[in-house]
């Protein structure tokens, strides 16, 4: 028992997986495009929507092989063709990705189903070489699956946005499935040290979409010293981002604990999602294409998403003598809406602001860690 646990504490991510992630990076990167269209001085309802739509599938593809590999994986011949094959999936999706969606729904599906059906078979392909607790968590993700592919797969019989409703659809059960099934998977737990690396890898992917940022800063304009300012602040905000989020990872977590590893699965969900909101508020920041206020309310709002989501993941993962109190949680809260108030009555430059939120994170950091 003891050989066991010590080898699922040293598991580690293989090189096949890190490049598994780097074809993720395209489509992660259309994702967040969406999110700079602005029409009439705001991002439109619509934008907003799809911007969640076409991340939420991407995100679930890359979390249903992680976790497989997490539970399951080897670094063995049969195990590489899944991935190889999936890769060739993950193609075909990001190709497809993109605002019109009826023009590239055919293999933007085919892509979908085919990634998570490959996932589905390799449980079934394993479970017959588990045993106990491992054999019924490995049949039941297996067969369940299914059920949201054959919804999902259906809309194929279906026009305008019945069509989307029942794609959706799919995909929500297909989420909820692992939530549904948390008894019996809590009892065949997550390796917490391998998926929480495998996810600040991805965290690095869309850190890295916040450096395109302020490249994309520098190079929209003639260097002037207001442009370097800003640049020079967001960097310091990213490097602020980062420092919070891995010194939180390597120090303050809990890698031994054993759960499901729901937490960090959902909660990373909405990390992301407001990673890529503060990426894509840094270039509209710069180029002021928003309305003043739609602009403070956007950026402060992703920035409270990510405040929530990492202050939610981390407490529960956190020792339990280094937990952070309510105290702390309303001295950020205070200082996060004492920025937007000043704000509002005072229209400050975009440099400010984003100084503002440099403080935040700094300030958030030295809580933290």
């Known amino acids: 028992m003891k050989q066991k646990f010590s080898a699922l504490i040293e598991k580690k991510v293989t090189w096949l997986e890190l490049f598994y992630d780097l074809l993720f990076v395209a489509a992660v990167s259309k994702a967040s495009h969406v999110l700079l269209h602005v029409d009439d001085g705001i991002i439109p309802t619509e934008y907003l929507l799809k911007f969640v739509l076409i991340f939420v599938p991407i995100w679930w593809a890359w ?32 190709a497809s990705l993109s605002v019109d969606f009826d023009q590239y729904y055919v293999p933007f599906l085919i892509g979908y189903i085919g990634l998570r059906a490959m996932t589905a078979i390799q449980y079934l392909s394993v479970h017959k070489k588990e045993d106990a607790h491992r054999r019924d968590t490995a049949r039941y993700l297996g067969s369940r699956f299914w059920i949201g592919l054959a919804i999902s797969a259906l809309s194929l ?21 692992p939530l549904i099934g948390r008894k019996l998977l809590v009892k065949s737990p997550i390796n917490t040290h391998h998926l929480l690396e495998r996810f600040s890898l991805f965290t690095l992917i869309l850190l890295g979409e916040s450096v395109i940022s302020i490249l994309a800063v520098l190079q929209s304009s003639a260097w002037t010293w207001e442009s370097i300012l800003f640049a020079a602040l967001t960097f310091m905000l990213i490097i602020a981002m980062w420092w919070q989020y891995f010194d939180n990872v390597e120090k303050k977590v809990n890698k031994a604990l054993e759960t499901a590893g729901q937490t960090i699965i959902y909660g990373h ?65 205070s200082l996060l809406c004492l920025f937007l108030l000043l704000n509002l009555f005072v229209v400050v430059p975009n440099y400010v602001i984003i100084g503002e939120l440099m403080i935040f994170f700094a300030v958030y950091t030295k809580v933290t860690t």
């Open 63 to 94: 979390v249903g092989q992680s976790l497989f590999v997490n539970r399951y994986g080897q670094d063995i011949l049969s195990h590489r063709v899944f991935l190889i094959l999936q890769l060739f999936f993950v193609l075909i999706m990001t």
């Open 157 to 177: 019989f279906f026009d305008s946005w019945i069509r989307y409703a029942v794609l959706y659809t799919g995909i929500i059960v297909d989420i909820l499935l």
């Open 269 to 333: 969900l909405f990390i992301y999602l407001s990673m890529c909101m503060i990426a894509a508020s840094i270039q509209l920041l710069f180029l002021q294409q928003l309305s003043y206020s739609f602009m403070l309310f956007f950026i402060f709002g992703s920035v409270l998403l990510y405040f929530f989501s990492t202050t939610l993941v981390f407490h529960k993962y956190r020792h339990i003598d280094q937990r952070l109190g309510v105290q702390h949680l309303i001295f950020m809260l």
